[in-house]
């Protein structure tokens, strides 16, 4: 499995997204587990969660409890685990929290049910207007004094918001994780800059997110026709595309069978021309 480099760990450059594990009407643990045991068969070694990956407030912290069990069972402590706090939950709807005092608290309750005394990435979910970003970050600076993580990331932060955490975290940050794909090519200039700080980018929702993904060729005729050419799916052909972008990149499509993260795994060994690569970037 080609790998990529995330602060100090070296990891599969294809992560899993287990968000859609816990978020659906319908969440099949049974399906869950052989998805991440399949996307571990593969050699995928990234997994991202967060504490607010669930169906609803009253099952908050879902994913990362589903996470760690399956991860335990497999006797798995080689892979890195990403996870997240700053969203919360009310009912159905997502909120935003990111004061000191609730990033403190999410963060403890996130180790309980990751089961560690570290946690090897900590992500900022999402800035909160009503919280200077400054505060927030500063939370994640004092989590890695302590001791609680290991490296710190930042979810859907601009330009400005990066280089912020960066002159205030230093080292401890290593990731960097915004929207991208072939439907979400705005984040280039945060692609770009990660590369300029020897940070990782982690691409989320890199096929168009859960209701996009399967239609992702019908969409882009490019992924489809280059899909073609090489006898793989156009979804392989995104990933590989995302892949090639940059050595910061690590795109983390979300699976909830096991089918669908075996064929996205598979992205690492597609090796597109220069003619296909200016296809899908037109
Ligand atoms: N930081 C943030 O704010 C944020 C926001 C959204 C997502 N995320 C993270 O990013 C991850 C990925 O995003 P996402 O799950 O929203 O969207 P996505 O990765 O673009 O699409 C996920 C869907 O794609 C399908 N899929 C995966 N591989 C496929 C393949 N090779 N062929 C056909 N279909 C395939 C899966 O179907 P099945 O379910 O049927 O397997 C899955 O439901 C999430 O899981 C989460 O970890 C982060």
């Not at 571990?40 to 407030?57: C, I, K, N, P, Q």
């Not at 983390?252 to 993260?261: D, F, L």
């Amino acid at each position: 499995m080609q790998t990529r480099r995330i602060g100090t760990r070296q990891v599969s450059a294809i992560g899993l997204g287990a968000m859609p594990m816990s978020v659906r009407e319908e969440n099949d643990a049974e399906q869950a587990r052989a998805t991440i045991a399949e996307a571990l068969e593969r050699g995928v070694t990234l997994v991202d969660t967060a504490d607010a990956y669930s169906r609803d407030e009253a099952e908050f912290g879902h994913n990362e409890d589903l996470v760690a069990r399956v991860l335990r069972d497999l006797g798995r402590d080689d892979v890195l685990v990403a996870t997240k706090g700053g969203h919360t939950r009310s009912g159905t709807d997502w909120e935003l929290d990111g004061s000191r005092d609730h990033l403190h608290r999410a963060c403890r309750a996130s180790l309980q049910r990751l089961g560690v005394e570290q946690i090897d990435l900590y992500q900022h979910h999402r800035p909160d207007p009503a919280v200077p970003y400054a505060e927030s970050i500063g939370a994640l600076k004092e989590l890695h004094d302590e001791g609680l993580i290991a490296a710190a990331g930042l979810s859907n932060a601009d330009p400005d918001q990066i280089r912020e955490a960066h002159g205030i975290l230093g080292d401890a940050l290593v990731a960097v994780q915004n929207q991208f794909s072939p439907a979400f090519r705005s984040s280039q200039p945060e692609i770009d800059l990660c590369e300029e700080l020897g940070l990782a980018f982690l691409a989320w929702s890199p096929l168009g997110g859960m209701s996009d993904a399967s239609s992702l060729g019908t969409t882009w005729s490019a992924f489809a026709e280059v899909a073609d050419k090489h006898r793989v799916s156009p979804q392989q052909v995104c990933l590989a595309w995302e892949l090639s972008l940059s050595p910061a990149v690590i795109p983390i499509p979300g699976a909830s069978r096991p089918a669908s993260v075996a064929d996205s795994a598979d992205a690492v060994h597609l090796v597109l021309d220069d003619e296909d690569l200016a296809r899908l970037s037109a």
